[in-house]
């Protein structure tokens, strides 16, 4: 039943753990694709920015050298010649001069009948023959173009690994210009412009980086809380699912009761009256028996006990099923204790028991019901005298509990209860006793339990017993 009831409970928040699973593993997914999405934009954006920059340089570039040196050379030589380290050094010259200042790696100038290149600013690359690929074959016919060779991944960011390299070339073709500076479609060669753009790129990597991070450190403070609160949920339903249980099993015990008190209400009733009349006949015989008979009349006598005994059982049944309205008044427990132990001090002494009192003279009185509570008392105590045949020692004792409460304690050291029996000693009619109805513990639970008390037992077999009675304050 527990666990029906718990399994329904927790399925909602079952729900939510899953969903909180899956909501971490989706953000974070879709936090790589953001991170992905945006640096891959920017890299664009770096990418045409750094392309535009890279062809304006080379119009400019173009520009300046046919004019300072094309021209003149031509004018002076008749041909251009770089091999000639005077026309190289001059062209070197006038491309340092605009490279100055600029964000350019370096410059190259290809030939336009075979790919090699003629002029560049570093110089190891002069006379290197098919140094341009595809890129320079479009600019021959007249098309900008770039590459971007680059090698970097999250990875770099790692401590110890690769630093980022990445480079854009950019080719445009070297176009021949008429008077002022027009541009013609003779192209003369191709310019190759490359740009260095590590720092650039470490930047959107980094940005990656941290976008992926700051993400992972929300969703993850995010879901812990998430967890935190579905576990805490998780303990509440439990705890509601477990008091669920035990109202309906107190629910059941009550609905036995019940039906088990107006069974026992019925029978005791029809027992009560051919009782009365059965012990009033005894009691007739009995003085017709010291007349007719003399000698005999302890045959009624035993007949009047008998039924007497027989009827104390009747009224402890109907007692035990009717049901209780306890009429509380503010009473000191001392007092009712004292004068219970009072009326027991002849089966004390009969069965050597001897009575010992810690009693809380400073107890504040309690909303008891006088006559209900001395039956809680009687019945306690002659429990106790029951566990100790043979003599013992009976200690009751009375304390404050918080604020108002009162604990009452009955200690004996008698045969002391089993962990099995302790289960059952409440329920109506168990008893271990040849002469008990097993009905003064399960009167006992009532009447505390009709008082908004509570009621605990301790026990060890052959070393005694401890009834607490917790009484709540007015
Ligand atoms: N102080 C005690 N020490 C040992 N066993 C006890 C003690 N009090 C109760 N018990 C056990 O609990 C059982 C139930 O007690 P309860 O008072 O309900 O019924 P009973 O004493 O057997 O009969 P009666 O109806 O006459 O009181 C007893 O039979 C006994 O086994
Ligand atoms: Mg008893």
């Given at each position: 039943m527990v666990a029906e009831v718990s399994e329904v409970n927790l399925k909602p928040f079952r729900l939510v753990k899953f969903f909180s699973f899956t909501s971490l593993a989706v953000i974070l997914i879709s936090t790589l694709v953001l991170s992905w999405v945006i640096s891959n934009y920017t890299k664009d954006v770096l990418l045409e920015r750094s392309e535009a920059y890279a062809q304006v340089f080379a119009?400019?570039?173009?520009?300046?050298?046919?004019?300072?040196?094309?021209?003149?050379?031509?004018?002076?030589?008749?041909?251009?010649?770089?091999?000639?380290?005077?026309?190289?050094?001059?062209?070197?010259?006038?491309?340092?001069?605009?490279?100055?200042?600029?964000?350019?790696?370096?410059?190259?100038?290809?030939?336009?009948?075979?790919?090699?290149?003629?002029?560049?600013?570093?110089?190891?690359?002069v006379g290197k023959r098919d140094a341009g690929g595809d890129e320079y074959r479009r600019a021959l016919q007249g098309e900008n173009n770039s590459v971007m060779i680059s090698d970097s991944s999250l990875l770099n960011l790692l401590p110890g690994s690769e630093?980022?390299?990445?480079?854009?070339?950019?080719?445009?073709?070297?176009?021949q210009e008429r008077a002022l500076s027009q541009s013609t479609d003779v192209i003369m060669g191709v310019i190759e412009v490359e740009q260095v753009l590590s720092a650039d790129l470490l930047a959107i990597i980094r940005l990656q980086g941290i976008i992926i991070v700051t993400s992972v450190l929300i969703m993850g403070s995010l879901f812990i809380v998430l967890q935190f609160i579905v576990a805490r949920a998780d303990r509440i339903i439990e705890a509601r699912a477990a008091e669920r249980h035990r109202l309906e099993k107190k629910l059941h015990h009550a609905e036995r009761l019940a039906s088990l008190g107006k069974m026992i209400t019925s029978v005791s009733h029809e027992i009560k009256n051919p009782l009365g009349i059965v012990k009033s006949t005894a009691e007739i015989l009995e003085k017709r028996l010291i007349r007719v008979a003399p000698g005999n009349e302890h045959l009624a006598t035993i007949v009047i006990e008998e039924t007497g005994r027989l009827d104390n059982i009747v009224r402890e049944f109907l007692d035990f099923a009717r049901p209780l309205e306890p009429k509380?008044?503010?009473?000191?427990?001392?007092?009712?204790?004292?004068?219970?132990?009072?009326?027991?001090?002849?089966?004390?002494?009969?069965?050597?028991?001897?009575?010992?009192?810690?009693?809380?003279?400073?107890?504040?009185?309690?909303?008891?019901?006088?006559?209900?509570?001395?039956?809680?008392?009687?019945?306690?105590?002659?429990?106790?005298v029951q566990a100790m045949p043979d003599g013992g020692r009976l200690l009751v004792r009375t304390a404050r509990d918080g604020d108002n409460a009162v604990i009452v304690e009955f200690s004996d050291d008698g045969i002391g209860i089993s962990e099995e029996k302790l289960q059952q000693i409440f329920i109506p009619f168990y008893t271990d006793k040849s002469r008990g109805t097993g009905l003064g513990l399960a009167i006992v639970k009532n009447i505390i339990d009709s008082h908004g008390g509570e009621m605990q037992v301790e026990s060890r077999e052959g070393a005694g017993t401890t009834f607490r009675l917790i009484l709540p304050g007015a």
């Open positions: 119009e400019n570039l173009n520009h300046q050298v046919f004019q300072q040196f094309v021209l003149p050379t031509v004018l002076r030589y008749g041909a251009i010649a770089l091999r000639y380290p005077r026309q190289f050094e001059r062209l070197d010259a006038i491309v340092r001069n605009i490279t100055h200042g600029m964000n350019i790696e370096s410059v190259s100038i290809y030939d336009s009948k075979e790919n090699v290149i003629s002029y560049s600013t570093v110089s190891q690359r630093p980022i390299s990445c480079k854009l070339i950019t080719y445009v073709p070297f176009r509380k008044d503010l009473l000191l427990v001392n007092k009712g204790l004292i004068k219970a132990i009072r009326f027991m001090a002849p089966e004390f002494e009969k069965y050597k028991v001897r009575v010992d009192m810690d009693l809380d003279e400073a107890l504040d009185p309690v909303p008891l019901d006088e006559n209900l509570i001395y039956r809680v008392y009687l019945n306690i105590l002659v429990n106790g």
